[in-house]
């Protein structure tokens, strides 16, 4: 299903690169994923890049916030709210921290920024003109989110307290359980801890490849960075771990390389 026209609430509905360098961004992300980009004028906040593919909404570049011109790039993710002023006035009692009280996007939607109680932020979006995301789960387009957290259960138990969510556990061969968020009866997102120190809380963004070796070369071509190879997750494919040239982290799945 590449095109969606509604988000239940808690599902991921829109990934955003913040970066402090928009048009090195556009030319690495461009030609890597075949993006069409146009430049929203924001007035004194300068410009926000609206990401497309064949017209459909897909993500967007933004620049920094005032006063942290200088904080490293990064993709941050989106949850869907039925009402973001209800969601965010729940967060500080289930143990998380507003970083950004509700605040209206234009007629675009609503949204506000908060943080877990293990640290990873995550915005909170209302729809009201755009849902977010409208085409997913298709080359150059993303296709799966995933929390990083050292602490499974303080997060997972915020989410289902303030979002209503629900969390399963799949068993993997020879490791840990992943988790995997679940929201009327689906998966929509992951969650694991970290696999090596030093890795902050956060949320990762998957985007779907045609190819993940090839899109691999290809990112490497334009600039960027390999910080796990491509290797396959039996049962569910190909994967990679990139970063861009101002170091945003982003990762790739698709099918293995073995597949038909």
């Known amino acids: 299903m590449p095109k969606f026209e509604t988000y239940a609430q808690g599902t991921p509905s829109y990934v955003e690169l913040t970066t402090p360098d928009q048009a090195a961004a556009k030319e690495f992300y461009g030609p890597l994923f075949g993006w069409e980009l146009e430049d929203v004028p924001m007035g004194d906040a300068g410009y926000y890049v609206a990401v497309g593919k064949e017209g459909d909404s897909v993500a967007g570049i933004s620049g920094p916030m005032p006063g942290m011109e200088d904080h490293p790039a990064y993709w941050g993710v989106y949850l869907s709210v039925d009402d973001v002023d209800a969601a965010t006035a729940k967060v500080e009692a289930a143990g998380g921290t507003v970083e950004g009280q509700p605040f209206d996007v234009m007629d675009l939607g609503r949204m506000s ?57 799949s068993p993997m061969d020879g490791g840990t359980p992943y988790t995997t968020l679940v929201v009327e009866g689906r998966p929509v997102a992951g969650a694991m801890p970290p696999m090596m120190d030093g890795v902050r809380p956060h949320w990762n963004v998957y985007f779907n490849a045609e190819s993940v070796d090839d899109t691999v070369a290809r990112a490497v071509e334009l600039g960027g960075s390999v910080v796990a190879p491509a290797f396959d997750v039996p049962g569910v494919g190909r994967m990679a771990i990139l970063a861009d040239p101002q170091g945003a982290m982003f990762n790739l799945m698709g099918a293995s390389a073995d597949s038909d």
């Open 113 to 169: 920024v908060v943080k877990d109680p293990s640290g990873a932020f995550v915005s909170l979006w209302q729809a009201g003109a755009t849902i977010g995301t409208v085409r997913a789960n298709e080359p150059g387009t993303p296709i799966w989110n995933e929390l990083i957290s050292p602490d499974l259960a303080a997060a997972t138990a915020f989410y289902t307290e303030v979002l209503g969510v629900g969390w399963e556990e």
